[in-house]
């Protein structure tokens, strides 16, 4: 029977945390995450990780492993948790992993493109630019310099501009001519598991939740992170609306509310790329049954 990896992806707020701890303890495994905000270990409740007491009912690798202060991108995850999988299936014939980061994803299933080394200061330019002039005008220089990558891109997320941004300022070349076309080989399977809820349900849930962290101390969690501000980390939804509250940009109340309007906009953008990837199966999280029936009939088929 081959290694099997069952990725779980969907939006935030989904639930994917509690259908992977129960696929987990179903399966007697453990839980890798490729959620890029839960592997900062200051990130404690802007990052939404699994509960201390989550993480004892089951095993969870790669959370609150890093400082925000750690550059850490899909490359060095790639090989990190490359490496944790061949060890835990040592001891199991098949592993969870669960996130919502489907650039994450991704390298594990099909490879990373490994890019040239860039400059540090060059990072720290371009993320002083996107903080004071927004998401416009590193647009508008991808689109001049990169109109192929531009065309793929997800043109709302800061830190994949700013990605190929270095490396095109850094090189001179486009971003995409570094870019492979060709799936990695993998020693084990992928079983891709999407969960999704009907919009205004899951509208609901990230409206609660984003209350909930902030009556849990999110502000001040922020406040805690201000001098971290210019990392790539800190580049995130909950973060940087505190941050514009506390420079007198924003009122208090509408740092929430475009902490919640942002999130949204975040699950809509997560869902458009998973619905991309045909090798998603899409469930209810309310609905384990199904889910247990589909792992098994794959099983049945090995």
């Known amino acids: ?29 453990e839980i ?19 509960s201390i007491e989550e993480q004892q009912r089951i095993p969870h690798h790669l959370i609150g492993h890093l400082s925000v202060e750690k550059d850490y991108n899909a490359g060095d995850f790639e090989q990190e948790a490359l490496q944790r999988m061949e060890n835990l299936f040592q001891k199991h014939d098949s ?16 490879g990373f493109d490994h890019m040239p080394d860039t400059d540090v200061e060059l990072r720290t330019a371009l993320n002083q630019q996107y903080l004071h002039k927004g998401l ?11 109109p192929d990558y ?10 994949r501009l700013i990605r190929a941004l270095e490396v095109i300022r850094s090189t001179g070349k486009p971003y995409s001519s570094f870019r492979k076309s060709y799936k990695a080989e993998r020693p084990f399977r992928s079983i891709k598991i ?13 409206n609660k939740r984003v209350e909930v962290m902030v009556a849990r101390g999110l502000e001040d969690e922020a406040r805690s992170l201000l001098k971290h501000r210019n990392t790539n980390s800190l580049q ?13 940009e ?3 109340e509408e740092a929430v509310s475009e902490i919640q309007k942002n999130t949204r906009r975040y699950a809509k953008r997560q869902m458009t790329w998973f619905k991309r990837d045909p090798e998603i199966s899409w469930f209810s999280p309310h609905n384990m049954a199904a889910i247990h029936s589909h792992l098994v009939r794959i099983w049945d088929q090995d």
């Not at 592993?95 to 099909?110: D, P, Q």
């Not at 995130?236 to 007198?248: I, N, S």
Request: net charge positive.
């Open 194 to 206: 999407g969960l999704e809820l009907p919009r205004p349900e899951l509208y609901q849930r990230i």
């Open 95 to 110: 592993i969870i992993l669960v996130g919502g980061s489907g650039f994450y994803m991704k390298a594990l299933t099909e």
């Open 150 to 159: 531009y065309a793929k891109v997800d043109r709302k997320n800061p830190q």
């Open 236 to 248: 995130t939804v909950g973060y940087k609306e505190f941050f514009q509250y506390f420079d007198g």
């Open 250 to 252: 924003l009122k208090r």
């Open 136 to 146: 416009q005008p590193l647009q508008e220089e991808l689109l001049e310099k990169d």
């Open 32 to 50: 890798i995450s490729f959620d890029s905000r839960q592997f900062f270990k200051e990130l404690k409740i802007g990052a939404a990780p699994p």
């Open 1 to 29: 029977m081959s290694k099997k990896a069952i990725f779980l992806c969907g939006p935030t707020a989904v639930g994917k945390t509690e259908v992977a701890i129960k696929l987990a303890e179903w399966l007697n495994t």
